[in-house]
């Protein structure tokens, strides 16, 4: 498993610094050399969705698991997202 970074917080004196600590993702099984990694959306009503989606970071192989509606759909086509249109607010 390949390691990430995220950003925590430690007190230190009573003073917040930033710090970073090693997290670790799976390695694709389908290439065995990209990571998964998480990723989050929002649903109908604005709610964050956390792990809706788990993504190869290997571009050439495009393994992907995605949640929707309770559903577990794996290998979807990736469609680029410069054609989506934005959502009127």
Request: proline share 4%; aromatic share 12%.
């Amino acid at each position: 498993m390949n390691q990430g970074v995220y950003y925590g917080t430690l007190f230190r004196n009573g003073w917040e610094v930033a710090s970073l600590d090693q997290v670790t993702y799976p390695k694709c099984q389908k290439c065995k050399s990209g990571d998964l990694v998480p990723l989050s959306d929002f649903g109908s009503q604005g709610a964050s969705i956390q792990f809706k989606a788990w993504v190869c970071t290997n571009p050439d192989c495009g393994f992907n698991l995605k949640i929707r509606n309770g559903d577990v759909y794996v290998d979807e086509p990736i469609m680029s997202g410069t054609l989506h249109a934005n959502r009127a607010r």
